[in-house]
């Protein structure tokens, strides 16, 4: 009898062996093998790294130069992504006030309109959550100001930006970086995040002067464009730059795009969002027939007076929903906002300096060990950043144990489906199976997230490669060829 239970035990056991999640059981002698002889294909003069773990037990499955500090791109995002979910709440949200820093007496409010910035990144964004369109936000606010019976204010329209410290910039930027729409430049008040669209006009032959049309929103701060833009050749695609720093008036556009467009769209990075944010509603209310003696302007002290009464008050989507919109577009300018929020909660102040101290601090109440690690903004935009595959890896373990991981899984790109991801791996074994956030900029490729194998439990992995000469359309294969032999 015991015999025939031994056998019956052993067929049984045979038969779940097969079944038995990759993250159990590791990976096979033959899928290392394959990856250490894909791996093996990049130069010799770049650095690889990839990480494998299972996510249900955290078990190490892979690991290559794990260990090795690394640039990490944008894929530093999902460590910001873990310190405000961690620290800020997925559910918690930010909020714009409208204030009347005066009496309102027989229609005439006599002090300052003013709009208070909380540090919502998505303010005047439609694409993000509950987040209101520029013209609809204007609305709402002229329609509290009529409300409040003011039909003309003696004072000037304010956008109050006090929470954040004077630095929009990080000071390891790229100067190629900042005056590009994803050049990361921050605002306790933001608006339209942060940057602006530039119309451009091209004559059909190459060489030639490039026409500037306008701007959406009309009201940069930015009274010269230093134009030396000219017509590429048939084919040649957008090569347009734009250069200049923060609270400056001038920007230089430089480089080519395409010839014989009427209108050609190319985004900046706004000098002075809380400006913009304040000259928009001033033009608003005056358009629609209220009379304001004073100006649009901005300031980074407080303007309020003794007298204050709150005409709005407008909530921001969850940091949730912002984080989704970060993570899945890989938006720098609400990577670099987060990090503030962070140092203003816990530190009173928001600088990048506070953020990263209480970034770290949530770090390590998660176990993470941070040696090899160096974090310089919350974006990845700085080259001076550095983390390791492991470290990061072992972040998106940590995140899996806390209730928030669903709100990190869901902001993340998924393959051939949505965000950076959409057009990439859309082959049917990979598409849907790759939640990931990317990571390029020049001589850097990196992936961070997770992989769904089709018969077993969720992988975490991190994939990051620096100093590859070869196209990055050779790195994608090759990481396709890995993420095949996984989902396998």
């Known amino acids: 009898m015991r015999k025939r239970l031994s056998i019956i035990l052993c067929l049984v056991i045979t038969l779940l062996i097969p ?18 002889a894909i791996l093996g294909q990049f130069s010799a003069h770049c650095s690889v790294s990839l990480v494998l773990q299972s996510v249900r037990d955290g078990k190490p499955l892979f690991s290559h130069n794990g260990q090795k500090t690394m640039v990490p791109a944008s894929t530093l995002k999902v460590i910001t992504a873990i310190g405000a979910l961690d620290g800020l709440g997925p559910k918690s949200r930010v909020e714009t006030k409208l204030l009347a820093t005066g009496p309102i007496r ?8 003013v709009i208070v910035g909380g540090g919502d990144p998505s303010l005047a964004m439609a694409e993000v959550g509950t987040s209101l369109p520029a013209k609809n936000l204007l609305w709402r606010w002229l329609s509290a100001v009529r409300k409040a019976g003011v039909k003309e204010i003696k004072g000037d329209v304010v956008g109050e930006a006090t929470l954040f410290d004077d630095q929009p910039i990080s000071r390891y930027a790229i100067w190629e970086d900042i005056g590009n729409y994803y050049g990361g430049v921050t605002s306790s008040l933001s608006f339209h995040g942060n940057h602006y669209h530039l119309y451009l006009s091209s004559l059909p032959k190459a060489g030639t002067v490039v026409k500037v049309v306008g701007t959406i929103p009309v009201h940069t701060a930015i009274t010269t464009f230093d134009n030396r ?20 008036h001038v ?13 050609f769209k190319i985004k900046g990075s706004l000098p002075n969002p809380a400006y913009t944010c304040a000259a928009s509603l001033h033009q608003k209310l005056i358009k629609s027939g209220i009379k304001i003696l004073g100006r649009p302007c901005s300031t980074n002290v407080s303007k309020r007076g003794r007298q204050n009464t709150q005409l709005d008050s407008y909530r921001s989507p969850s940091i949730a929903a912002i984080v989704k919109h970060m993570n899945k577009t890989s938006d720098n300018v609400f ?59 072992n972040s998106l373990i940590a995140a899996a144990r806390k209730p928030y991981y669903k709100d990190l899984l869901a ?6 489906v949505d965000g950076s991801l959409k057009r990439r791996y859309q082959s049917p074994e990979l598409k849907g199976r790759i939640m990931a956030k990317t990571g390029y900029m020049e001589r850097v490729f990196a992936l961070t997230g997770f992989i769904k194998p089709k018969s077993s439990g969720m992988l975490a992995f991190t994939f990051i490669v620096n100093d590859e000469t070869a ?4 790195t994608q294969k090759r990481f396709r060829e890995i993420a095949l032999l996984l989902v396998q």
């Open 335 to 393: 990577a670099e906002q987060l990090l503030k929020l962070l140092g203003h909660k816990y530190k009173g102040k928001g600088s990048r300096t506070r953020g990263l101290h209480i970034l770290e601090e949530r770090l390590d109440e998660l176990g993470l060990t941070r040696t090899g690690v160096h974090l310089k903004d919350g974006s990845g935009l700085s080259r001076y950043n550095g983390i390791t595959a492991k470290f990061l890896t």
């Open 229 to 248: 833009l000219r017509a590429g050749p048939q084919g040649s695609g957008d090569n347009a730059y734009i250069f200049g720093s923060p609270m400056s």
């Open 19 to 36: 079944k038995c999640s990759l993250a159990r059981r590791g990976l096979s002698s033959t899928t290392r093998r394959k990856i250490k």
């Open 411 to 416: 902001s993340l790109p998924i393959s051939g």
């Open 471 to 474: 196209p990055f359309r050779v």
């Open 251 to 263: 920007r230089y556009l430089v480089g080519t795009i395409p010839p014989g467009r009427q209108t």
């Open 106 to 113: 027989e229609g005439c409010l006599q002090g300052n309109l």
